[in-house]
């Protein structure tokens, strides 16, 4: 057992069709070392930052009847994350400190975007 939390991890990429058990989870939490840990936003920033991403997921869906990236969109955009380029990637809560989203969620989500423009929606 590790110090990820794992029942976040695995709730958040519960909604990704990568999705493939725990052993996945083990295996991708083992490739981040060391863990990455800067600070998050404060919890209201988060908040809102939350609330209008789910605006625009909604927009999205009604314009475009997509909720979900496909596995190669997910896996490329996981993999510029993993990668901390931005310096903003936190392993240890697997969020984004930038905007402070959940990365499993915000990284599945069609109408999501990194907002550093690292990747785009899709
Ligand atoms: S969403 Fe963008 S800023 Fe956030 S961790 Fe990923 S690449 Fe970095």
């Not at 083990?26 to 800067?38: A, G, N, R, T």
């Not at 605006?55 to 490329?76: A, C, D, M, Q, S």
């Not at 975007?113 to 785009?120: A, E, G, Q, R, V």
Request: aromatic share 10%; glycine share 4%.
């Amino acid at each position: 057992m590790n110090k990820y939390s794992k029942p976040s991890y695995g709730t958040c990429i519960l909604v990704c069709e990568n999705y493939k058990g725990e052993q996945q989870v083990e295996d991708f939490l083992s490739e981040i070392k060391p863990i990455q840990s800067p600070k998050l936003p404060p919890l209201k920033t988060r908040f809102e930052n939350f609330t209008r991403s789910m605006g625009r997921v909604y927009i999205h869906l009604k314009k475009t009847g997509e909720l979900l990236v496909p596995r190669k969109k997910f896996n490329e955009r996981i993999e510029i994350c993993k990668s901390n380029i931005c310096k903003k990637f936190n392993s240890k809560r697997m969020s984004c400190a930038e905007c402070g989203c959940k990365l499993g969620r915000k990284l599945a989500l069609a109408a999501s975007n990194c907002p550093l423009d690292y990747w785009k929606e899709s």
